[in-house]
């Protein structure tokens, strides 16, 4: 009972504290609803990119996934930093030059309005049936599990996933759907403090509990018992083999960080340039340190629980329930579906802007009022969530765990994204004709792949995926500079400066951005075996 008092009261306070922090805030006008009136300061980026990252799908699926392959997979994690200081560097000048709301305005810019419409669809699709509902489910998972929901409410397993999803989803949508962008940056920043402390704990107490009370015996003990869980290089059979982090793993990295319109929002609502580089480099320092909440918590389950789990899923919120003291899990699950909402409404929010600015201003009224666009927005908003709260439940028997699942299905549209954003920015002659040609192919030929790999073939018999996505990376750029020479663009492309923010750089982006690389380095070498 203490334990559910505590998960309302934390969960309350903070959307009390969100209510009052954004009651100021003109959202009747897309940069008031969409980017918080670009007004977001660097500590507020940090907190809201890193939470909209950290939620059950990282936590649960990647605490599962090294229960069953050990520190290995830290590579979502550390390399992710790696991705933030390119997006730092590269991406946000240009992005904030342009004045950006979403990313697919960029491609009606420099390629055209049906290029921009086309990776808008592919994104709202994306968050619909892949990403939303794993956030529900993953999210649904944890919370059934740490408060027993099927032995407190009497029902089937089945049955309390349904409930969990469905009060997630409601109170998601809430949140995104009728407080804007800077009601979900603020209430990340509260939560994303709690989860810090939250997630510290688990290891903490999960090393105590190894370690009879003492926390570097219990490291000691998990180390010198596990030691093939230690290694950072993983074998050709592995999920992540060591090969890929130099092909694929890199581009899914940048995919996410710098182009996915749920994580990028946050930077284009930056105050200016100086606190959107400030607010990504922070988060890529603490990325660094991420594997402590999100991979190392698996080792120790299974060490614990002696790798005898049903579901590798299931071994956070298991560890969190034999480790925490009970007045504590109340607060923990409360942090944690801070966590749940926190990705589930920042892509709901991304996907509430992505149709109203991109496709219901274009295509359905072109004199719409920016009042009209928010409200379709939202009135869309809620048809996707409904629909993402139908299809969670259904993912119950994801292969190879949910995280690797979720980054395979990705593949789907993210490498095509990433390829014609990064050709869009390179070059100036390039055609719009060459970014839908790159486009279909990306998506039509990744879908053959998992159709062959799933339904026909086997996956032994074809490339790692990670291994794929480059080959189509590098395959689509050549696709587009063939048609770039045979039907360049009449006239140049020019990247024009709105002039909507200070694009003045910070001055210490660079010697930071080498350093936190540095610190990726090191740690690879630390632990490779």
């Known amino acids: 009972m203490i334990g559910i008092l505590s998960f309302v009261g934390f969960t ?12 100021s805030t003109d959202e009747t006008t897309s940069d008031g609803y969409f980017l918080g009136g670009r007004s977001l300061t660097a500590g507020v980026i940090a907190g809201s990119v890193l939470l909209t990252n950290l939620s059950t ?3 649960v699926g990647l605490n599962g996934s090294a229960y069953t392959e050990g520190i290995l997979v830290m590579a979502w994690e550390t390399l992710a930093a790696l991705a933030i200081v390119i997006t730092a560097l590269f991406l946000l000048p240009r992005y904030l030059k342009g004045g950006l709301t979403t990313v697919p305005q960029f491609l009606e810019k420099r390629f ?45 397993h089945t049955a309390s996933i349904w409930i969990c999803v469905w009060g997630i989803g ?14 979900v940056a603020v209430s990340d920043t509260i939560n994303a403090i709690g989860l810090l402390i939250g997630g510290l704990m688990i290891p903490v107490f999960g090393l105590m509990a190894i370690g009879d009370g003492d926390m570097m015996t219990g490291l000691t003990t998990l180390v010198d018992s596990n030691p093939e869980k230690f290694d950072s290089i993983g074998g050709p059979d592995a999920s992540v083999p060591f090969s890929t982090i130099f092909t694929g793993m890199m581009l899914v990295q940048l995919f996410y960080w710098g182009t996915n319109q749920a994580i990028i929002q946050r930077a284009l609502a930056a105050k200016n340039l100086k606190e959107g580089q400030k607010g990504l480099m922070l988060a890529a320092f603490i990325k660094i340190l991420g594997p402590i909440i999100v991979v190392l918590p698996g080792i120790i389950a299974w060490h614990m629980f002696q790798g005898d789990l049903e579901n590798a899923d299931q071994a956070y919120p298991a560890l969190v329930n034999a480790v925490l003291p009970p007045v504590l899990v109340g607060f923990f699950a409360a942090v944690l579906f801070g966590a749940i909402l926190s990705s589930f409404n920042s892509a709901l929010n991304s996907s509430v802007t992505l149709f109203g600015v991109d496709i219901y201003k274009h295509h359905f009224n072109k004199d719409a009022s920016e009042k009209e666009v928010v409200r379709k927005g939202k009135t869309f908003g809620i048809f996707i969530a409904i629909a993402s709260m139908f299809i969670a439940p259904l993912i119950a028997n994801a292969p190879q765990g949910l995280f690797g699942y979720l980054q395979e299905v990705n593949g789907a549209y993210s490498i095509p994204i990433l390829t014609i954003v990064v050709v869009g920015y390179l070059t100036k002659k390039i055609p719009a004709i060459a970014a839908k040609v790159a486009l279909f192919s990306g998506v039509g030929l990744y879908l053959v792949y998992l159709g062959l790999k799933y339904f026909v073939v086997g996956e032994d018999a074809l490339p790692h995926y990670l291994h794929v996505m480059a080959i189509l990376f590098v395959m689509n750029i050549a696709i587009m500079f063939i048609i770039g020479k045979i039907k360049p663009r009449t006239s140049d492309f020019v990247l024009e400066h709105t002039k909507q923010v200070d694009i003045s750089p910070w001055k210490y982006v660079l010697p930071v951005g080498i350093a936190i690389c540095v610190m990726v380095v090191f740690v690879y070498v630390y632990f490779a075996q």
């Open 12 to 23: 309350a306070l903070v959307a009390i504290i969100a209510y009052f922090a954004t009651r």
């Open 57 to 59: 799908e990282q936590i």
């Open 112 to 156: 055209d309005r049906t290029t921009k419409s086309i990776v808008s669809a592919l994104f709202l699709s994306g968050y619909m049936i892949i990403f939303l509902p794993i956030v529900l489910y993953s999210g649904s998972l944890a919370i059934s599990t740490m408060f027993d929901i099927p032995g407190l409410l009497g029902v089937s």
């Open 170 to 183: 409601i109170i998601g949508s809430i949140y995104a759907i009728f407080g804007g962008l800077k009601a």
